[in-house]
């Protein structure tokens, strides 16, 4: 039986992106100077005897980033959504275009109605599975970032506007 990993649970999105760094983990294992075998242990969900640090799971976010592995901080969400909060990538200045404001409301707006449509297909039935859960969740976190852009272009035309 295939065992399938939720997004929504930190634990296994952390043994999903450690297995997504490229070489698996073994070279992940290699990267943070740990075997293999330790590694595996701390990461696989069945071992309740091994747990890696705050700052081992803080070390493969960052090594998987740095690698360009997909939804690398899905282990943050998954956390952070555990204790009802939620976050988003904040844009650096430097990453910022200046596009038009009304651009990225509409960017908003279009994150927001993709939340919807996920909630509104999810409840046709009446029963939101977890596959539709972590759906939904991700379309949040979408719509958190594009809310995110939206503000740091704002405070960037602000402190453009006074000079």
């Known amino acids: 039986m295939t065992r399938r990993y939720s997004d ?4 296994d999105a952390l043994y999903k992106i450690a297995r997504a760094y490229p070489g698996g983990i073994e070279a992940l294992a290699q990267a943070m100077n740990m075997s ?10 069945g071992i309740a005897s091994h747990y890696p640090s705050f700052e081992e799971v803080s070390c493969i976010i960052t090594l998987c980033q740095n690698a ?9 969400h998954a956390l952070l959504a555990r204790h009802r909060m939620a976050a988003f990538l904040v ?6 275009s200046n596009d038009d404001l009304s651009q990225t409301v509409c960017k908003v707006m279009s994150q927001i109605g993709d939340v919807a449509e996920a909630v509104s297909e999810a409840l046709e039935d009446g029963v939101i599975t ?14 958190l970032a594009a ?6 272009r704002i405070r960037l035309h602000h402190d453009q506007s006074k000079h």
């Open 8 to 11: 929504m649970n930190q634990h």
């Open 36 to 45: 293999a075998n330790v590694l595996r242990n701390k990461l696989a969900p």
């Open 68 to 76: 360009g592995v997909k939804d690398a901080t899905l282990p943050l």
């Open 91 to 96: 844009p650096e200045p430097a990453s910022i």
């Open 130 to 143: 977890e596959l539709e859960a972590d759906l939904i969740e991700r379309e949040f976190q979408g719509a």
């Open 147 to 152: 809310l995110g852009a939206w503000r740091a």
